[in-house]
Every structure is written in C-alpha cells, then in structure tokens.
C-alpha cells in the first residue's frame, strides 16, 4: 500500500508545510497495492479493495474499489460482504445505516 503526504508534490518545491494527516481506523483493511491519498480517514473496519486510489473518506465499514476508489458494498467486522440485509452471513451480526457509515445493532439500538 502507498500513502501519499502531500496534495500536488513537486520536488524542487518545499512543501512539509501542506503536509495532511491520514488516519486510519480500528479495524481499517486495505489490499495489496492500494494508494490512499492524504488528507482522507478510513472508517473503523472498512475496507480498501487491493489497487484501489483511495481519494475520499471511507465511511464505516463501507467496501471501496477502483480508480478513484467507489463505493461497491459493506463489510461486517469479521471481514465477510454484507447483503442488502446487513445481516453477517458468517458471524450474523446485525447492521443498521447511520452518517458515520453502519453501525452494528445492539439488541434494540442503531447508531449512537
């Protein structure tokens, strides 16, 4: 994977003071060869298909792919594709939307 840290690079041009924090979060994949642009935060367990150009935030377990990244579905916590049900065909932890991305149900609350 490649961080960059700097929007526009130039290398006869000083430029540590535009120099953007990333910040990746619990649970962040990110596949083999993906670049991640600065300045972006990855969401808690979401994931980066691998070559993907990451040049938005991720939200919350929001599965990303391509060139620019896009959204193409959602992740549970264990790793596994949701369906249209949010429901963990694996573990069958249970999904609700919320702004920050998804949120896993408590046993009878969403997003917090």
């Not at 993906?34 to 979401?46: F, H, P």
């Not at 264990?78 to 573990?91: I, M």
């Not at 249970?94 to 046993?107: D, F, H, P, S, V």
């Amino acid at each position: 994977m490649v961080f960059t840290n700097v929007i526009n690079p130039r290398a006869e041009l000083s430029r540590k003071h535009q120099l953007l924090e990333t910040l990746v979060k619990k649970g962040a994949t990110i596949g083999a060869n993906a670049t991640i642009v600065c300045g972006i935060t990855l969401g808690r367990y979401s994931f980066v298909g691998a070559g993907a150009v990451v040049t938005k935030d991720v939200a919350d377990h929001e599965l990303v792919a391509g060139n620019p990244a896009r959204r193409i579905g959602w992740v549970c916590e264990c790793g596994e594709r949701l369906g249209g049900d949010l429901k963990c065909p694996v573990c069958h932890k249970r999904y609700t939307a919320c702004q920050e991305g998804l949120a896993k149900m408590q046993i009878d609350d969403g997003c917090r």
